[in-house]
């Protein structure tokens, strides 16, 4: 296998396990690797989980990426109940994830 299929692989899989709402975790990455779009896919995986949202705390820090979070994490909303699914699969992924919590909170 090829090192950057592997690495792949292992980021993908880290990336999955830090979806686990069971566990805690810190993502620690360079600028342009994803890591707002992994941290609302954890949120929204929490939302999906919990009985009342105000119960999940979300740390950053500064006041610009929690607005861009929030921000995130309502469009992600917002496209999942109207739009179909996008073919990227990080995209995909944050679009089932906002489903999941769309028909929790029906």
Do not use: C
Not at 10 to 32: E, K, M, N, W, Y
Not at 52 to 67: C, D, H, L, M, Y
Not at 68 to 87: C, F, N, Q, T, Y
């Amino acid at each position: 296998m090829a090192e950057g299929r592997v690495e792949n692989i292992v980021d993908r899989s880290h990336r999955l396990a830090a979806l686990d709402p069971t566990t805690s975790f810190i993502v620690q990455a360079p600028a342009g690797s994803g890591k707002t779009e992994l941290l609302i896919q954890r949120y929204l995986t929490l939302l999906a989980t919990v009985q009342f949202p105000e119960s999940i705390i979300a740390v950053t820090f500064t006041r610009k990426a929690a607005g861009e979070m929030r921000h995130r994490v309502i469009d992600a909303l917002g496209k999942a109940e109207v739009a179909s699914p996008p073919e990227k699969d990080h995209e995909r992924q944050t679009w089932d994830l906002s489903r999941r919590v769309l028909a929790r909170d029906h």
